[in-house]
């Protein structure tokens, strides 16, 4: 059976709150990219969306919460984490705590670890399907492991629609890339994952610098050396393409091809970096990018392209 896409109306969120509560998979907006949920305490259906996406089961998962009290039933907030989710939800920020007693995601969604990843999206549709189904959705990205990242709800049937059950279409995401992960389970904070918070702005309210882990030990999504991988070969920091290349261009340029931002704005090259890869992944075999400077989101998104073009 191929999911129906259906627009987000009050309607349409409670039949997706009564599938969610039978085990069922419904992919929903976010202000990042499209996720994919299910009931956070049950590990049938995390075990279904594992399969679904075809997912690692060493990479948590990302509880989605609709503010602190729901959190803090989860998880446990320093001064430090209850400070950066004050400034910065509902937003595309996570933060990595040391597991709470109360909490009810199941181990199957935390990879066996003791700590949780915890968000409060700012997407009103997410937001209010969280706080209309009561406790906490997993819900990372809604496409298959490995594969482009979906910012439109197409995206999520091309990939995903003979797998899950419904798929909530709120629009093109605003922001186009992942959540900042940060971890509270050290001594100090870590960043373990750019994304749509940027460091110099956590900095500013964390008055810390932020370490960053040196093991290599996966303990949040989004650290797997290949990831958000088109089929394509990328070649980064491309000054033009070469012959039989695709180009995605940054700034002005005179290249043929896709611009993630042609007056440059890091923003809009964030929320287009997904659909334009998964574009150009679908006309050719090799695609040449052009530098994209490593400031701000800048950060991100060159983490995001390192990973894409990352080959085992």
């Not at 998979?25 to 075809?54: F, S």
């Not at 994952?193 to 960053?212: F, P, W």
Request: charged fraction near 20%; aromatic fraction near 4%; include cysteine.
């Amino acid at each position: 059976m191929t999911a129906l896409i259906v627009p987000v109306q009050s309607d349409t969120l409670a039949h997706a709150a009564e599938i969610l509560g039978r085990g069922g998979l419904v992919a929903i907006p976010t202000e990042t990219v499209y996720g994919l949920a299910c009931d956070a305490a049950n590990p049938e259906a995390v075990a279904r969306l594992y399969a679904a996406k075809g997912r690692p089961h060493f990479n948590p998962l990302i509880a989605h919460v609709a503010g602190q009290d729901m959190a803090r039933e989860e998880g446990v907030l320093s001064e430090q984490a209850a400070a950066i989710a004050q400034a910065f939800w509902p937003g595309p920020l996570t933060l990595v705590l040391p597991r709470a007693e109360t909490g009810t995601v199941c181990d199957l969604a935390r990879a066996g670890l003791d700590s949780i990843a915890i968000r409060c999206p700012r997407h009103p549709a997410a937001h209010n399907l969280i706080a209309a189904f009561g406790r906490p959705l997993v819900a990372p990205s809604a496409n298959r492991s490995g594969h482009v990242s979906p910012t439109l709800a197409q995206h999520v049937a091309d990939d995903l629609a003979d797998r899950i059950d419904l798929i909530l279409d709120g629009g093109p995401c605003t922001s186009g890339i992942e959540s900042t992960i940060v971890s509270f389970t050290g001594e100090s904070p870590m960043l373990l994952r750019k994304g749509g918070v940027e460091t110099s702005v956590l900095k500013a309210v964390l008055h810390n610098d932020l370490s960053i882990p040196s093991d290599g030990a996966i303990i949040a999504p989004g650290q797997l050396k290949s990831h958000y991988a088109p089929n394509a070969a990328l070649r980064l920091n491309a000054a033009a393409p070469e012959e039989g290349e695709a180009w995605l261009g940054f700034g002005p340029d005179s290249h043929e091809g896709y611009n993630l931002s042609l007056k440059g704005d890091l923003a809009e090259a964030a929320a287009n970096l997904f659909a334009m890869l998964r574009t150009l992944d679908t006309r050719s075999d090799r695609i040449a990018v052009a530098p994209i400077p490593e400031e701000g989101l800048g950060e991100a998104i060159n983490d995001r392209l390192t990973r894409a073009a990352h080959r085992d």
